[in-house]
């Protein structure tokens, strides 16, 4: 256990919070009026690094699936994709559709909440006591017309920067994966960049994306309560190596980025309320890294150009992204 975690041991969600809250808090870092928190860290030359790193062009997409099968179970009404055809090849087929010379097509619409699946949790998403990223008081960035001054737009040309794969399901699971409720320590993190060699080494300006193979274990089993129940994840006690390693955003594989349950008893994800309002870190949820995880296995890379736009949403707190590494 790191001298990180025994500073919360013990103390109530409250002091634990708050603590950690003024420890690692970014406020003012990049000025009063900044919209962009830790994305501030991918530079021109960090974009450049990034792509040098393209060798062979293998592209993997880090998306799950959105569909109306799963994982979402309404919990805040948040529920699953509803896709539905406007116009079909029925329609085209038997002239119904008042276009001349036979012209036909299809169109499609769905309605959907914004992280029912692969996401960006947007710096609007998460207030600490009534205080939005960078000290701005809730109700002035989040109202009933949206996020009106950090809105997911504000990224939208932000998120290409050098990604770096950790397979801590790998190095710590069991066949690759973790068993829920197991708390990822900065230990946990370190030793998994050891294991993996230089390539994972983790700086300023990258995304981290961690693999605890627990998507895995939902695509061989079936969703269960994969959408809010226990899961594999990060510890509180991270929160400083999130801070000192000045990344620019953190995904996983799990629902809630963080282990669940958490760590203390009545807390509802506390490395949120640290990292997002207080930190200004972006994080993503529900991101599949398999595929990509069994390349960086054969060939030992475990670094890569990481594109990972959100939707250009005006005023949203969040955004579904296909992520793309290339190698």
């Not at 390349?295 to 890379?301: I, L, M, P, S, T």
């Amino acid at each position: 256990m790191s001298t990180e975690t025994h500073t919360w041991v013990g103390a109530s969600p409250e002091q634990a919070i708050a603590q950690a809250a003024e420890r690692y808090r970014n406020w003012g870092r990049w000025g009063e009026d900044d919209v962009l928190g830790t994305l501030n860290f991918i530079t021109e030359a960090k974009r450049v690094q990034a792509a040098s790193l393209v060798r062979s062009g293998t592209t993997f997409s880090l998306s799950q699936p959105f569909s109306s099968e799963g994982p979402q179970k309404g919990w805040r009404r948040r529920t699953n994709p509803v896709h539905t055809m406007t116009d079909t090849g029925v329609e085209a087929e038997h002239g119904m559709q008042g276009f001349p010379h036979g012209f036909g097509g299809a169109d499609d619409v769905i309605s959907m909440p914004l992280q029912c699946s692969t996401q960006w949790d947007g710096l609007g998403h998460i207030f600490d006591r009534g205080k939005a990223w960078n000290g701005r008081a809730a109700s002035s960035v989040v109202t009933s017309e949206g996020d009106q001054v950090t809105g997911i737009d504000t990224a939208a040309a932000q998120i290409l920067t050098r990604g770096v794969l950790l397979d801590v399901g790998r190095v710590f699971g069991t066949d690759g994966e973790l068993p829920d409720g197991f708390a990822i320590t900065e230990e946990h993190l370190e030793q998994t960049i050891a294991a993996q060699g230089t390539s994972s080494q983790v700086g300023s300006g990258d995304i981290v994306i961690i693999r605890t193979g627990q998507y895995t274990r939902a695509k061989r089993v079936g969703w269960q309560d994969y959408a809010g129940g226990a899961a594999p994840g990060l510890s509180f006690g991270t929160a400083g190596w999130l801070h000192r390693n000045e990344i620019a955003g953190v995904a996983t594989d799990t629902w809630g980025f963080e282990v669940r349950p958490n760590e203390f008893e009545g807390a509802f994800q506390p490395l949120h309320q640290v990292a997002i309002p207080n930190m200004g870190l972006f994080l993503g949820e529900m991101w599949d890294p398999d595929d990509l995880a069994l390349h960086c296995a054969g060939d030992g890379v475990y670094e890569f150009m990481l594109s990972a736009a959100p939707l250009k949403i005006v005023g949203a707190v969040g955004s579904p992204v296909n992520p793309l590494a290339i190698k």
